[in-house]
């Protein structure tokens, strides 16, 4: 079966600072897509960050970036120069064989001015 | 562009009666949608798959004949909550891929079902 754990209920962070959201994940497939997903209290999902599991290469787009470690199963966001608007909760998520994405429980994050 | 609506925001409604939510991929065809039900402070459970023209598929302990599905063009599904009753009030949220598969889906903004 596969499973994806989100271990961090909630967070915070100041303003401005880094922040790094965690998630692992436990399949037996070598091939699949994995996402980090925003939804803030919009409740809009919106995608933030996407990786395909046979680059080696972590994505980065703007401020947001993972660390995409396959042989742990592991798939973590980081957020840098934490921005209010950041505030949100976030999902992690992942597309394996069967085009279904499957998510976490999610990570409630907090951005304090 | 791969814009997703869904109609209507919110709805409320007497118990018995039903409900139908559309969704719609605005400036592509989608392929294939998904619908979701989310409760509050809880992540996206996937209730059913559906493709354009053919019969959805239901996960596991989503009742059929509760939640109808119909998928009738490339840009629009609609979800039935057929005989509603306050243990179906629900945020349900739809998505939708396009001809590019499996890399990424688009989700609709939800719909806040309220069944008194």
């Known amino acids: 079966a596969q499973t994806v754990t989100q271990s961090q209920p909630e967070m915070s962070v100041q303003e401005a ?6 998630c692992t994940y436990d399949t037996s497939e070598s091939n699949y897509y994995l996402f980090w997903y925003k939804q803030p209290p919009s409740r809009q999902m919106i995608l933030v960050i996407r990786q395909e599991a046979y680059k080696q290469q972590n994505a980065t787009e703007n ?4 660390n995409f470690q396959k042989a742990a ?11 209010l608007g950041d505030t949100a909760m976030y999902f992690c998520a992942f597309i394996f064989s069967t085009d279904k ?3 976490g429980t999610g990570t409630r994050l907090q951005v304090f001015p | 562009g791969a814009v997703v609506s869904q109609h209507p925001s919110r709805v ?5 009666t039903s409900v139908k939510i559309e969704c719609r991929s605005l400036d592509f065809q989608a392929t294939t949608m998904f619908w979701y039900r989310q409760f509050p ?7 059913a798959t559906s493709n354009e023209g053919s019969k959805a598929t239901y996960e596991q302990g989503v009742e059929k004949d509760k939640f ?4 009738a063009s490339l840009t629009l599904s609609t979800l039935t909550v057929t005989s509603a ?10 998505s939708a891929t396009g001809q590019g598969g499996r890399n990424e889906q688009f989700f609709g903004p939800g719909t806040r079902l309220t069944v008194l």
């Open chain 1, 63 to 66: 401020r947001f970036s993972v």
């Open chain 2, 41 to 47: 402070k809880q992540s996206l459970m996937l209730m």
């Open chain 2, 85 to 94: 009753h306050p243990e179906d009030s629900s945020f349900y949220i739809c």
């Open chain 1, 73 to 83: 199963k592991s798939f973590s966001l980081k957020i840098s120069d934490s921005q």
């Open chain 2, 12 to 16: 409320i409604c007497k118990s018995g």
């Open chain 1, 101 to 103: 994405l499957i998510f």
């Open chain 1, 17 to 22: 600072e880094t922040v790094t959201l965690s």
């Open chain 2, 68 to 71: 109808l599905i119909n998928h």
